[in-house]
């Protein structure tokens, strides 16, 4: 008689700060097997029923970030729940990194205030608990902002193109706080931080940390 392995699946989230190389870590972990790979839905973000939220966000953050960080939360949560028979999940962040580094920044920059923060928040509460989120592993890929600001101007992403230093260096330290230092937000599962200023030659070795930790839960 087959018996249905309804374990949940190894999850593991990636965080790190724009231009971290979180797709290029995905890529590299896309080829096995036994790993589903979730990448961040920014196409939905680009078309939600014919609307770029992407492109309204940096045009005019002060209008838009509420609905884009609300649509995020909704297409974050879809991933989360994904269903896969594989044992390996991974998600390119998360509807914690939605809530903990951006919607965090947005109202430390009162770019979004607190009554509308406060709406996320209750939405943010009543999800993970009432869809019992499970992570296994936040791989960090800790980066500066320095480094990551010439990746996006290489990069050159259309709806990017007003991103400043200071921007990605405000959201590193909403990072750093969370995942490094880790006096701020609680982090929903253990966390393994790798140096991801390494360019794409040399950073292999450093997704190895990671492998070698993935192989030990899947045997
Ligand atoms: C979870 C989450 C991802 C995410 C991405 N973004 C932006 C940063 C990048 O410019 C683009 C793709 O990551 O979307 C955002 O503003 N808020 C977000 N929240």
């Known amino acids: 008689m087959m018996t249905s392995k309804s374990t949940?699946?190894?999850?593991?989230?990636i965080e790190g700060n724009i231009g971290s190389g979180k797709t290029t870590f995905l890529q590299h972990f896309e080829?096995?097997?036994d790993v589903c790979v979730l990448s961040e839905p920014v196409e939905m973000w680009r078309d939600c029923a014919g609307h770029?939220?992407?492109?309204?966000?940096?045009?005019?953050?002060?209008?838009w970030s509420f609905t884009f960080q609300s649509y995020v939360q909704l297409t974050m949560l879809q991933h989360h729940l994904v269903a896969t028979t594989k044992p390996i999940k991974l998600l390119e962040r998360s509807?914690?990194?939605a809530r903990y580094c951006f919607i965090e920044k947005l109202l430390r920059d009162e770019i979004l205030l607190a009554p509308s923060v406060s709406v996320l928040n209750e939405w943010f509460k009543y999800l993970i608990t009432k869809f019992?989120?499970?992570?296994?592993?936040?791989?960090?890929l800790r980066t500066s902002p320095e480094v990551v600001y010439e990746r996006v101007l290489a990069r050159n992403r259309k709806e990017e193109k007003s991103?400043?230093?200071?921007?990605?260096?405000?959201l590193h330290d909403m990072h750093e706080k969370w995942l490094f230092y880790k006096t701020a937000f609680s982090c929903p599962a253990h966390v393994l931080t790798l140096n991801a200023d390494l360019d794409k030659s040399t950073i292999e070795k450093e997704y190895q940390k990671?492998?070698?930790?993935?192989?030990?839960?899947?045997?």
Not at 163 to 170: F, M, R
Not at 211 to 218: E, F, S
Request: charge should be positive; aromatic fraction near 12%.
């Open 8 to 13: 949940k699946p190894f999850t593991v989230i």
């Open 31 to 33: 080829k096995y097997k």
């Open 52 to 63: 770029n939220l992407l492109a309204n966000l940096y045009e005019n953050p002060v209008k």
């Open 95 to 97: 509807i914690f990194s």
């Open 132 to 140: 019992n989120i499970s992570v296994d592993l936040i791989v960090y």
């Open 163 to 170: 991103l400043s230093l200071q921007y990605l260096k405000d």
């Open 210 to 219: 990671c492998q070698d930790h993935l192989l030990t839960i899947t045997g």
